[in-house]
């Protein structure tokens, strides 16, 4: 039993991976600003942030615009957080 645990686990991964790709750029219609963690998890803001509902596509430590780095390269707007979401894609699944 303890052998079918990490083929089973890379499977729920792959088909995850898939519905990702695909559900990935419609992500952003469904943020909503929320306080929460920014930068890495170094300091808290109101951002937009996925729903709980959503948590396996958002990542925990950062909002939907991205850490410093990212903000100072990207806009912020809904291209930007859809590449957000495909660089860190499935951050709470994983």
Known sequence: MLLLRY???????LIMTVIA??????L???A???????NNNNGSGVEPRLPHWLA?????????????AWKAT???GYGSQV???????LYGFK
Do not use: E, K, V
């Not at 083929?7 to 991964?13: G, I, K, N, Q, T």
């Open 56 to 68: 396996w596509f958002d990542t925990p430590d950062n909002s939907l615009l991205g850490d410093l």
């Open 28 to 30: 952003p219609a469904f």
């Open 21 to 26: 790709m695909i559900i990935t750029p419609l």
């Open 7 to 13: 083929p089973l686990y890379f499977c729920a991964l």
């Open 83 to 89: 590449q957000w979401l495909y660089r860190n894609q």
């Open 74 to 76: 990207h806009n912020g």
């Open 32 to 38: 909503r600003p929320r306080l929460g963690p920014i």
